[in-house]
């Protein structure tokens, strides 16, 4: 009888939405893109669909990575943001496929990581519509955010960059404390 009440409360506390997992660990939601790790041709391609370019950095067993795609991306109003207005491109931290920098500098994905100075999973890059072709992606980036955030945090973050909060003179979380405050 224990085993069937530790059976119940197993299954009651695993996550609701599991996130399916590639060959290489990483989660694999629908909305990522499949796309040969040219920075330059995936901003391309996002602006021809008139979305923003979103690189995010994950690794296996990241336990951040794991909130995020199990608790928060597959939330119907971020699920939405995401697929209405991102193109996304997920880079492994320790990964070997190769990446073109905007610059046309090539390399594998943990070694681009190391040049854009990403250290932490998830992180998350959001770049501008049009770059500056002699700088990285990294230089480029109008938003870098690392680190796993609640559902209010990450839509406000996301709403930031649409709304390009960033050229204004009112920081992120200035931008999130009043859209909580409005919210509320």
């Not at 070694?111 to 959001?126: E, K, L, Q, S």
């Not at 955030?149 to 406000?156: P, S």
Request: proline share 4%.
């Amino acid at each position: 009888m224990k085993k069937i009440f530790a059976l119940i409360a197993f299954l009651l506390a695993a996550p609701v939405m599991a996130a399916d997992l590639g060959d290489d660990g990483l989660h694999k939601p629908d909305w990522l893109r499949t796309t040969f790790k040219d920075m330059a041709e995936d901003l391309a391609e996002a602006n021809t669909e008139g979305k923003r370019l979103l690189v995010i950095f994950e690794q296996r067993g990241c336990i951040y990575c794991t909130k995020m795609h199990e608790e928060i991306f597959p939330l119907p109003e971020i699920t939405k943001i995401i697929e209405e207005n991102y193109f996304v491109v997920q880079m492994n931290l320790f990964g070997d496929e190769e990446v073109i920098d905007l610059d046309g500098t090539s390399m594998s994905e943990k070694d681009m990581a190391v040049r854009w100075g990403v250290v932490f999973t998830p992180t998350m890059m959001f770049m501008p519509e049009t770059v500056d072709a002699t700088k990285t992606l990294a230089q480029n980036a109008v938003v870098t955010m690392p680190g796993a955030f609640g559902k209010h945090t990450t839509a406000a973050l996301l709403n930031f960059v649409l709304e390009k909060g960033y050229e204004g003179d009112e920081h992120f979380q200035k931008y999130l404390a009043r859209k909580m405050k409005e919210a509320s």
